[in-house]
């Protein structure tokens, strides 16, 4: 009988020591709990961490175009649309309007102040300025877009940081598909039907787009031949001589609202033999409200432009105002025209 006794006693202790292991508390790997932190690579090669919940970003020049355009523009902390833009934003915008805007071109302290988590800056931001921020605290991401294809990474790219990536997918889509339907009608065209094209610089007529620019692929897809596509650089420096030499059929003005214009470059005597000269084919680019020459997916809009410019017999179908004022509408958040647009 004892020797029973103790069979049960030993059998219930057992039971007693399972049920205690079975009860202990599963520790999980810290690892693996952990939510993995997101580290990009810039368009400079540097590696950025970005900011768990990403909620406050600020971006300098044209920068908050894209953050716009991927529908991320809650995320401002200050009004982030460059000039004439920007003022018909603030009358139509309440909330946009309340932002603060920018004093100095976004200095340290002016970033700081917002609690700004990450800041767009374009790639030939000055780097000693950028390291002032990064010392402070401020993530930096450096985008380019010299190129459509850089262009179109620097989309991808913001929309991966702002967790958008449909939204950027669905903005690189509507450019590419722009361009393939220009470049589709123009396919047929003979070289000798394609005119010269000259796109001076902002500092004067004698500064030419080189190939090393979006302005050289702007004008190829739009069905013409950069006088200037064996230059190199950004905004090549040439001669009276040499633009006569090139005579170019048409001549399109970049961004240099306020530094000079078409009528200068039509009474320059010095040009008056260039054929854009003589058949009055000088041209500045639209629009009052922001260049489309910009290096930047918008400049799909300088393109069909440039096309129905050029070619607009090929284009009869094209409403330049209302393929515009869609653009904006969809990634402007407000049509062209109710910016103040005008073409």
Avoid at 177 to 185: G, H
Avoid at 238 to 250: A, F, G, M, R, T
């Amino acid at each position: 009988m004892k020797r029973y006794v103790l069979l049960s006693i030993l059998i219930f202790s057992l039971v007693l020591t399972g049920c205690n292991q079975g009860s202990k508390p599963v520790v999980e790997n810290s690892q693996t709990s952990q939510k993995e932190k997101l580290v990009i690579t810039d368009m400079l090669g540097r590696q950025v961490e970005i900011p768990d919940n990403l909620q406050r970003i600020a971006a300098l020049k044209y920068m908050g175009h894209l953050v716009y355009a991927l529908g991320q523009g809650d995320k401002m902390v200050h009004q982030g649309l460059m000039g004439e833009a920007g003022k018909g934003k603030v009358k139509l915008d309440p909330k946009y309007a309340a932002l603060p805007a920018f004093k100095n071109n976004g200095s340290v302290e002016e970033v700081l102040t917002l609690k700004t988590q990450l800041l767009l800056v374009y790639g030939d931001f000055d780097q000693a300025l950028m390291k002032q921020y990064t010392d402070a605290g401020v993530k930096v991401v450096a985008l380019k877009g010299e190129t459509l294809d850089e262009s179109y990474q620097a989309v991808r790219l913001v929309g991966k940081i702002l967790g958008a990536d449909q939204q950027a997918e669905a903005y690189v889509s509507y450019c590419q598909n722009t361009v393939s339907k220009i470049k589709d009608r123009l396919k047929d065209l003979p070289a000798d039907q394609k005119p010269k094209v000259l796109m001076a610089g902002p500092k004067s007529i004698y500064t030419a787009a080189t190939k090393d620019m979006t302005a050289n692929s702007m004008m190829e897809i739009a069905g013409g031949v950069n006088v200037a596509k064996d230059t190199v650089g950004l905004w090549a420096e040439i001669s009276p001589e040499q633009l006569v030499k090139w005579n170019p059929d048409y001549i399109f003005l970049s961004s240099s609202k306020g530094t000079y214009g078409v009528n200068e470059v039509l009474n320059n005597s010095a040009l008056a033999n260039v054929n854009a000269i003589k058949n009055k084919k000088v041209f500045i680019f639209p629009s009052n409200l922001g260049w489309w020459d910009f290096p930047a997916p918008q400049s799909v809009l300088g393109i069909q432009w440039l096309a129905n410019t050029m070619h607009g017999d090929k284009f009869t179908d094209i409403d330049l105002k209302k393929f515009t004022d869609d653009y904006y509408k969809n990634y402007m958040g407000n049509t062209y025209t109710d910016l103040g647009g005008k073409l």
